[in-house]
Every structure is written in C-alpha cells, then in structure tokens.
C-alpha cells in the first residue's frame, strides 16, 4: 500500500509537469470594462489627434544632418539615431551578445508628433553627443535630443542610461513657440512581426512571443499572442513585449527577454497598436503588432510648455533586477497555474492558482546559496541537502509507519482470508487494526508529498527563470562531441535547464531510485512488489527529457534518502514502534 502511494505520489508530479508542459496555456483574465478616462487602443497608422483651435502654420524647421549617438556599457551597446530619436541598435551582453533590434522588421519608431493637419514624421533631433561609455568610473551618462517639428513644437527628448541596469530613464518636453495655442499627439513605439518572416529565420535575437499589459490596480497581468485582433482595455501601469530566443519553452512559450514602457506622468498612457508595412517585399505584407506610449499634449499657449517621464526596460527577463524597479514587471515572468474553484476565484481575484508563491520563494532560497557559492548546481545540492535535513522527522516517522505496518501485515492476510467475500469488513477491520496500533496507512507518502511543491517549484524555476538558463554545473566542453546524439553540444552539465543529453544522470537517478525500494520495507504481494522494481525504469526513461538540474535534485535526493534510511536501520531507530505493534497485534 505503501509503494502505491508513494508511485502515485511521483505520478502525480509527472501528471502536473505533463499539464503543464503540453496543455497549460497562459490565462488571460477576463477584459476589464473600458473607462470614459481611459480610451481605448487607437491604430498606429492613423490615430486620432487632439485637434488644436486653429491649424498652425508651417515653420521652416532647420535642416539637421543625420546623426548616431553609441552608448557603452557593460550590459548592452545600443546606437541612437537622431531622426526620431529611434534606437537602431541595442545589443545585450547576456551569456553572449544577442540584437534585440532588426532593421525594418523589428524594433522602436521613435519620437512621432501627430496632430491634425499635418503628416507624421518622425522629429529630426541635434544630439548632445555622439558617444557615452559607462562604467564603473562613469556609472550614469545622460543624452539630450533637441528638434523642431515644422510647426512651432520644439521637442527636447532626454535619454538617461546607466551602467549597471538595463533602463532608460526617459523625459519629454514639449514647447509652443507658435504665436497660436496648439496642441499634439507624441507617440512612441516598439512594433514586431505578427508572422516572423521567412527570409529572416536566422536572425539571432529574441522573438516577440506576447504582448503583456498590466492594468492599473491588476494583480494579474493581461497576456495575449501576438494577433491582428488585441485590445487591451484600460489604464496601463506598463506594456511591452515578452521574447524568447526559441518559440519551444518548458511552460508553452516562455519568454526570456522583454522590452517594455513605463509611463510615470498622468499625461503618459500606455497603447498597443495594429499596423501593417507597406509593400509587397518577398514574403507578401507583413501585419505588425506595436506596443508603447502616447502623451496628449493639452492646448499649450504660446512659449507654454508640458514635460513627462516614462521609462523603458529593454533586457533579460531577471526577476530581481524587475522587481526592483517597482512597478510590478516581474509579474511579466510567466510561471503558470492551476485551475480554481470558481467561487475561490471570484473569492480572490484570480483566475488560476498562481505558481509564482511557490516557485518563488523556492528560488530565492536558491539564489541565496548561489550568492555563497558562485554556481547554481551546487546551489541545487545545498538546497537538496537542507531540504533532507527539515523533512527528517518525516521521514523517521514514515520508516516507523512502513515498519509498523509490515510488522501487522500478516494479520491483514488474515483478515482478509477470514472476510474475503466482505471487502467492506476487510476494510473495516483493517482500519480498526490500524488505529489499535496507532499506525498512520498514509505516514509513510509524507516525506515524498511534502517535497512535490519543491520538485515542481525547481521545475517551474529552471523551465522560466533566465538567472538558471545557460547555468553550468560541471562542464567538459566539447571533449565528447564524437558521440552521435550529442551533435557536437557542450557535456556534461553545461546547462542546468536543459536535458543532460549524455543521459549519464537520469541513469544515476534510475539506479539511485531502484537501490532506495530494494532498502524499502516490503508489505503486500510479494509478487507485486517485484512489478513495482519496473518503476524506476518507467521513470529513469521520464527524466530524460527534463532539465539537468531537475535531475541532479532528484537523484541527490534519491541517495540522501538511502543515507538516511541505512542510518535508521543500523541506530535501530524504527524497532521501538515495531515492538509496540507487534504487542498490541
């Protein structure tokens, strides 16, 4: 009975994973009612204009010749255009440099002034300067962008960078110098592909995935594909994309970088747009989806001016370097979740059971042993160890459970010869025997239940979180690359969420797990205790599949219990209950 709650147990998880892995879909909660201060996303191509009293009239703009600003740090190098302030290059150094901008298919519009009567354009700016090279010695470094719009609006667009973060601290000023009041539109965006297309299938950088919102007040963040239909209701606290250098994921589609705005000024919405290329090209018109802000400029009188903050995040998807700002991007990290009742949801809000308030403090645990001990598998192995260590007594308590109850299973045999044709009393009779002896039937499952939220919360961590991505453990490089199957991959562990493709370790975990039931007590069938030796094959060819550090848990775990289990055997810690059930039996 034992074995089958334990095998029930680990089937159990492998069921959660499966869902997870091939059915779980990222929830979306229900659109929220639009509000009358908040309207609606408007289309990119053409949106509506806050119309000035009267047409302003052309000023002749002076002529500024194009410009590149390049700005240095030790965690990205990104180019800024002049025309529009538009960034045409942002290169991350993350475990190897990846573009996250693709000339014409993916990538910001920069500053746009729209207004009534006028074509959109975007500003031509005069830089402040043409290089920033942040560092420790020049930790922060500030662009200053100046421009005309044509027609009296002079745009002063400052860009603040800093060398130990992946923000842009972003500020507009809007002046009138006509001698007419008038006011405008200035828009901001980040538009990628709806289909990818074909003829940049190569490109190395991250991919949109889903355009993600959160609403003003959320807990929840609105997540959506990328589609010809989004609408995202309400006042946003942010928008951006979520990408992802593969469209395959653990969890669906997991992203791994994000480029989002953060508004910081009343004047300041979030939008998503729906815009489409002009031309043909080779792969017929391309739909694209862009995200960003919009500020509505008020009738500004002459020599009147309106100023607004915004920020911008354009980096991996590092859970505290988000959380740190604030406001609420870490809700961006998608860790799943389990259906609810439908009145608990209505109860709290959610649609789903969130993962995150078991994956996270789970890794945090982690990443403070990774900070003692600069290597997240060893990290891994500390966490293993404490876990051992608190689930002890539980596990004290289910080797005395296990022995109490192989010491009364002759009895059971008993009953059940004497009440065979009754399966009801043999049930009755067998729970009665069991409290007679103070024997718990589900004692020796507890230490194996209690440790399934930290083998699911480590799963969940390594399939999401970026910090784990590309983790080495124990790295031999290439040295075994003549092996068919390996196709010339890094061995043996070079990532610790991904699968080890040597199988050295799902092997280990196998034999780990068939030395553990040969150490467990055997109760029931003989004859079924042998079929149950086939469950660490079963599962052995599970684990093949799943991420490295996953397994190295797993398997660590598996010989810590044998260590314990031999402990208990030889300090005789089991025999008291076992003497005590034998009495009362």
Known sequence: ????????????????????????????????????????????????????????????????PDRTATVETPLYRAEI??????????????????????DGVLGPSGIRVVAAGRS????????????????????????????EDGFGLRITYSLRFR????????????????????????WTTWAGPVEWPKDHDAFPGPRPLHVVQLNQGAFWPYRSALSDDLNFLGVGAWVGFESSISHAGSLGQAGTYLVAFVPKSPG??????????????????????????????????????????????????????LKALGVGLEKSIYFGGFPIPESKARDWGLPTFPMEWIAVPVFWLLHWFYRMVPNYGVAIILLTIITKLIFFPLTVKS??????????????????????????????????????????????????VVQI?????????????????????????????????????????????????TYILPILMGVSMLIQQKMTPTMGDPRQAKMM??????????????????????????????????????????????????KKA
């Open 453 to 501: 939220p930290v083998f699911y919360a480590l799963y969940v961590a390594l399939s999401v979180w970026v910090d784990v991505q590309n983790a080495p453990f124990i790295c031999f490089g290439k040295a075994w690359s003549w092996l068919p199957w390996l196709g010339g991959r890094d061995v043996w562990i070079c990532d610790l969420a991904d699968a080890d493709h």
């Open 163 to 186: 060398a130990d973060s992946y923000v842009i601290e972003q500020a507009l000023r809007v002046e009138n110098r006509q001698n007419l009041q008038q006011g405008a539109e200035i």
């Open 120 to 147: 959109e354009q975007p500003v031509q700016f005069r830089l402040s300067t043409e290089s920033l090279n942040l560092g420790a010695q020049t930790p922060a470094g500030e662009l200053i962008l100046v421009g």
């Open 399 to 448: 080797m005395r459970s296990m022995k109490a109850m192989q010491a009364l299973q002759p009895q059971i045999n008993a009953l059940r010869s004497k009440y065979k044709s009754d399966p009801q009393r043999v049930q009755r009779e067998t729970m009665e025997l069991y409290r007679a002896n103070h024997v718990n039937p589900l004692g020796g499952c507890l230490p194996m």
């Open 533 to 582: 030796l086939i469950m660490p094959v079963v599962f052995t060819f599970m684990f093949l599949s799943l991420p490295s550090g996953l397994v190295l848990y797993w398997t660590l775990s598996n010989v810590l219990q044998i260590g314990q289990q031999l402990y208990m055997e030889r300090s005789g810690t089991p025999a008291k209950p076992v003497a005590r059930a034998m």
């Open 268 to 321: 300041l919405r979030t939008v998503e747009a729906k815009t489409q290329t002009l031309g043909a090209g080779k792969n017929g018109p391309s739909k694209r989806v862009a995200v960003g802000l919009v500020a509505s400029i008020p009738a500004l009188a002459p020599r009147q001016a309106w100023e607004g903050q915004f920020l911008s995040y354009i980096g991996p998807m590092e859970f505290e370097r």
């Open 81 to 102: 255009s002049s025309r529009g302030g538009a960034i045409t290059v942002w290169d991350v150094h993350f475990r190897g440099d990846r573009p996250m901008v693709l």
């Open 1 to 64: 009975m034992e074995k089958r709650a334990i095998i029930a147990a680990l089937l159990m998880a492998g069921l959660l994973i499966a869902y997870q892995t091939f059915f779980m879909q990222p929830t979306e909660p229900p659109p929220q009612p639009p509000k009358a201060e908040s309207p609606g996303p408007k289309p990119a191509a053409a949106p509506t204009a806050i119309p000035a009293p009267s047409p302003a009239a052309p000023l002749a703009a002076p002529s500024v």
